[in-house]
């Protein structure tokens, strides 16, 4: 019987989805549907008392200041800067400046959250440089959509925050614990930039004219800024100083003082950033306002439970759950975008994955970097789209250059389970 409701359930859903109704209305109309059809109980009450008690969460205010922040930095200089700032470091490493957008990538993460952003961002500044001097062009644009992807993990990242809201985890932790599996997956990507690059040397350009020591030294003074927020929004979460809430607005100011100091903040740049960060907040809201009544929905009608138990009963390992998770979840990335992913899975999963004794720290990188190689998978992989704009290259070209970083965040993911300190132990040494 459970089975018969939850396939109707996701038929309707899917109905709904493919027929282009807006996802947070689609979980509501799949809510109202669910109560109505099996459960004595009218959906009225119960759905205002989800979505209020869910929008109200003071842990949600981060979400859209990160937002605002990430809005704010997008209209500065700071790419720029950045690609001056490491280029003369890079001159000598086999693969040179193509390191940059891996780099890049990653000090933009920190202080964006999102990983269409990073991936537009860097690209608009680096794949015109790289193409200018004679890169090849499937490095280029597989690095971007390789290292774009980590705008989701490095913190501040904005699934980390919604997953930590739809799971009732500590969003602080999860930043944290996404700081060494981020360091990790870019090592994995410039390792194979380093590898490539000594096995088809004829294929990247010769370096510059050499820079001496101090001229790399004063070309870092480019990324004073961006470190500076770094240290500013992790700093401060890390040493128990702020919440990641306090943290946001501490990222809000560095980034309008960054704006200021770089002549880019105007009236026209403030609201525009302002508005950017409404609307991808409300749209973000809608869906999660959709997704706390769908959760109190399934708990009624006892769909989680039914789920846990059947999954339970079919006696796997944890290992083997999370490869059947990892699949689930790179499928559903095939179609829809991380947030939507992540807030329609977490009510049914986590009773499961609790009963398994996954840890939901732990759960929530996972859940993150396997989110991350949906990003790059087509037919719906967000930075596919992102470098599809930017180039008007094929899309399917675009996944077969980002099919190695893909592989590395297969790599990543078994190392993650191999090893699960690299996500737990700095949470476990934060201070307050």
């Known amino acids: 019987m459970e089975v018969m409701t939850a396939a109707v359930l996701i038929g309707l859903m899917l109905a709904l989805l493919a027929g282009g109704l807006w996802i947070g209305l689609a979980l509501m109309a799949i809510g109202i549907l669910g109560m109505l059809g099996f459960t004595p109980r009218a959906p009225g009450d119960g759905m205002a008392v989800a979505i209020w008690s869910h929008g109200s969460s003071w842990t949600l205010t981060a979400l859209p200041l990160f937002l605002w922040m990430g809005e704010i930095l997008f209209r500065t200089k700071l790419s720029e800067d950045m690609f001056k700032g490491l280029s003369p470091w890079l001159e000598r490493l086999p693969g040179r400046l193509l390191h940059t957008n891996i780099i890049g990538c990653t000090l933009f993460a ?21 193409e200018r001097r004679g890169y090849p062009e ?34 602080s932790k ?28 004829d294929k990247i350009p010769a370096a510059d004219l050499k820079t001496s020591l101090r001229e790399k030294f004063a070309a870092s003074k480019n990324l004073i800024p961006v470190v500076l927020l770094i240290a500013g929004v992790l700093g401060s979460i890390y040493s128990g100083i702020a919440t990641a809430t306090e943290a946001a607005a501490i990222g809000v100011i560095g980034s309008l003082i960054i704006a200021a100091s770089q002549r880019t903040l105007s009236r026209k740049s403030f609201f525009g950033a302002l508005m950017g960060a409404t609307r991808l907040y409300c749209m973000i809201a809608l869906i999660l306002a959709g997704s706390a009544f769908l959760t109190l929905a399934m ?75 949906a990003q790059v998978t087509p037919p719906v992989g967000f930075n596919l789209f992102v470098l599809q704009g930017l180039t008007g290259r094929d899309m399917t070209v675009i996944a ?33």
């Open 138 to 171: 499937s490095m280029a644009l597989g690095t971007l959509a390789g290292a774009g992807t980590l705008g989701l993990l490095i913190p501040p990242s904005i699934i980390m925050i919604v997953y930590g809201v739809a799971a009732d985890v500590s969003i």
């Open 110 to 130: 920190a202080v964006s959250g999102s990983s269409a952003a990073t991936c537009a961002t860097i690209g608009k500044i680096a794949l015109p440089e790289l």
């Open 299 to 373: 708990g009624y009608i006892g769909l989680p439970r039914h789920l846990a138990e059947w999954i339970g009963a079919l006696g796997l390992s944890p290992a083997m759950l999370l490869v059947a998770l990892a699949i689930f979840y790179i499928l559903l990335g095939c179609f829809l975008d991380g947030i939507s992913i992540v807030v329609l899975t977490m009510a049914v999963l986590m009773p499961t994955i609790q009963a398994a004794g996954i840890d939901p720290l732990w759960f929530g990188i996972f859940v993150v970097v396997v989110v991350e190689m």
């Open 400 to 432: 077969r250059y980002a099919l190695p970083y893909f592989l590395l965040m297969v790599l990543a993911v078994v190392l993650l389970y191999t090893f699960p300190g690299l996500v737990t132990w700095l949470p476990g040494h934060m201070v307050g």
């Open 174 to 201: 999860l930043f944290i614990g996404g700081v060494l599996p981020g360091i990790l997956l870019a090592t994995l990507f410039m390792g194979w930039v380093v590898v490539w690059s000594l096995v088809n040397a």
